[in-house]
Nanobody, 116 residues
Framework: QVQLVASGGGLVQPGGSLTLSCAASGFTFSSHAMSWYRQAPGKERELVAVIFSIGSFTKFADSVKGRFTISRDNAKNTVYLQMNSLKPEDTAVYYC?????????WGKGTLVTVSS
C-alpha cells in the first residue's frame, strides 16, 4: 500500500533553515508528482510546493517563492523541501502528498515551528 513518511520538522529561529524529507513506498515514485502542503493553526491546508515527474518541473506558493526549494531523489523514493529564511508565519504542520490513480495520499505530517 502507499505510504508517505515525513520527517525533519522542529523548532527553528526566524531566518533559519530546515529540510523536510518524505519517504514514499508502495507505488512507482518516479512516475508521480509529489507535493508539500501545510496547515497552520486555525487555517486551511494550503499547497506549498509541487515537483512533477517529467523534467522535475516545480511550482511554489507565492508566500514561499525564493525561500523554499523542492527536490526529489527517485533512487531513494524521497522528496525534500528545503526551507530557508524561515518566518514565524511558516509555522505549520507540513504534509507530503501524492495522487496515485484516483486516490490522494497524505503523510502524517511534521510540525515546523518558527520562533525565537
Amino acid at each position: 500500500q502507499v505510504q508517505l513518511v515525513a520527517s525533519g520538522g522542529g523548532l527553528v529561529q526566524p531566518g533559519g533553515s530546515l529540510t523536510l524529507s518524505c519517504a514514499a513506498s508502495g507505488f512507482t515514485f518516479s512516475s508521480h508528482a509529489m507535493s508539500w502542503y501545510r496547515q497552520a493553526p486555525g487555517k486551511e491546508r494550503e499547497l506549498v510546493a509541487v515537483i512533477f515527474s517529467i523534467g522535475s518541473f516545480t511550482k511554489f506558493a507565492d508566500s514561499v517563492k525564493g525561500r523554499f526549494t523542492i527536490s526529489r531523489d527517485n533512487a531513494k523514493n524521497t522528496v525534500y523541501l528545503q526551507m530557508n529564511s524561515l518566518k514565524p508565519e511558516d509555522t505549520a504542520v507540513y504534509y507530503c502528498n501524492c495522487g496515485v490513480g484516483p486516490l490522494n495520499y497524505w503523510g502524517k505530517g511534521t510540525l515546523v515551528t518558527v520562533s525565537s
